[in-house]
């Protein structure tokens, strides 16, 4: 079963945070107060478009609107709790929310520009063996807030406010292949991605966002025609029985379903390919005969493939397929007509690459949310009384 997704917004003191709204409950939350469509309108722009993280900095409202606008909201971000460079550039960070749980944010940079890789969920609802984020159990689905506020935090990061134009930007795309399978967290993961694609505002188009699903049928419809944005399929077996092996989602939807819904995909064409990704695994998937029925597999699908040299990670029982096997199982592809580019890892060395995600958060159980929650409120409290006898 899919996880609940109607989770509300997280508020910070009772007050609600702008960040993550679509822009209709934004205009409803400003007419609640009385406040005419235009005056969201501005705050909008001050959020998305240059970055502003309080009310004090929208110097073009007045102040006492600003006050008003403070007494009743938020405009903020998710903490970074670790952030990590890794000697090939490539920049993580551990990202933490509201309710102290945790998921992982990577940057990968080229010369010119970059993917800003984001995660949908806490942990995983899937159980892919090759994958160490599978490894986490599901804690819960991100909200549209925590899905913004990634990317956000990204450009805070590499200073990228206000918006700059497609020419000089640095984050200039977003691949949805963090923590989490997207397609099950569908309703946070569509307000956001409208939020980042408004021109009045972070302006990532629909053709530089790439959503990757590990083949949940339903959704795969749904979300070309609601966002239109690229579709990566996280496909890695070309027959059901070691797709099911690796990736236990295949029994609900196998491969007959999951090629039908590609087919199907609205806007897939040779101008917009599908991407299958494709994960090198040793003596699993790699042989001339696997590429072959590969081949047959995608036919008549306009697509692409992306193979991946499999990242390691603590504890895994797999090994990555040799640089020779997977230049020959390229190659294979490529006389049959298909882009086969092999992808160059990238951050492997602060587990930051493909299939490396991971964090520390853990579903907890409603007594021992109550306990630390307790715990947290004690700390607070002597600290307070701490500060409070020093002055």
């Not at 995909?265 to 990704?277: D, K, L």
């Not at 298909?338 to 579903?363: H, M």
Request: hydrophobic content about 40%; charged content about 25%; some cysteine.
């Amino acid at each position: 079963m899919a996880p609940d997704s109607s989770r509300p917004e997280i508020t910070t003191e009772s007050r609600t945070n702008l960040v993550g709204l679509s822009r209709g409950a934004l205009s409803a939350a400003f007419a609640e107060l009385g406040e005419k469509p235009f005056r969201a309108k501005q705050v909008w722009h001050w959020i998305y478009h240059r970055g502003a993280v309080d009310f004090a900095a929208m110097t073009d409202l007045s102040k006492d609107l600003r006050l008003k606008l403070e007494g009743h909201f938020v405009v903020a971000r998710p903490t970074i709790a670790l952030e990590q460079t890794s000697t090939d550039r490539t920049r993580k960070w551990l990202v933490q929310f509201a309710d102290g749980q945790k998921a992982e944010t990577v940057f990968i940079p080229e010369d010119d520009r970059g993917a800003v890789c984001v995660s949908s969920q806490v942990g995983c609802t899937l159980t892919c063996r090759f994958c160490h984020t599978g490894t986490q159990r599901l804690v819960r689905n991100l909200t549209s807030s925590e899905i913004v506020g990634q990317f956000m935090i990204a450009r805070d990061s590499y200073g990228e406010w206000p918006t700059p134009t497609d020419a000089r930007r640095m984050l200039s795309n977003i691949v949805l292949m963090g923590m989490g399978e997207p397609l099950y967290n569908f309703e946070n993961v569509a307000t956001a991605m409208k939020i980042i694609m408004a021109d009045d505002g972070i302006a990532v188009g629909k053709r530089r966002i790439t959503l990757s699903t590990s083949g949940v049928v339903p959704q795969i419809h749904r979300c070309g025609s609601e966002l239109g944005v690229n579709l990566a399929i996280s496909l890695h077996a070309a027959d059901d029985d070691t797709r099911s092996v690796i990736m236990p989602i295949n029994k609900k939807y196998p491969l007959k379903e999951l090629m039908r819904a590609c087919r199907e995909y609205p806007g897939a064409s040779n101008a917009r390919r599908i991407t299958f990704e494709y994960v090198m695994l040793k003596g699993l998937n790699d042989t001339p005969a696997h590429a072959r029925a590969l081949i047959k597999l995608v036919k008549d699908i306009p697509c692409k493939f992306n193979l991946i040299p499999f990242n390691p990670w603590p504890g895994t029982a797999y090994e990555c397929s040799d640089a020779a096997t997977i230049e020959a199982f390229a190659q294979i592809l490529w006389n049959a007509g298909f882009t086969a580019p092999v992808r160059n890892p990238r951050g492997r060395d602060i587990l930051a690459a493909c299939g490396q995600l991971k964090t520390d958060s853990e579903k907890l159980s409603a007594k021992a949310r109550r306990t630390r929650d307790a715990a947290e409120a004690e700390t607070a409290q002597q600290a307070w009384a701490e500060k409070a006898a020093s002055v």
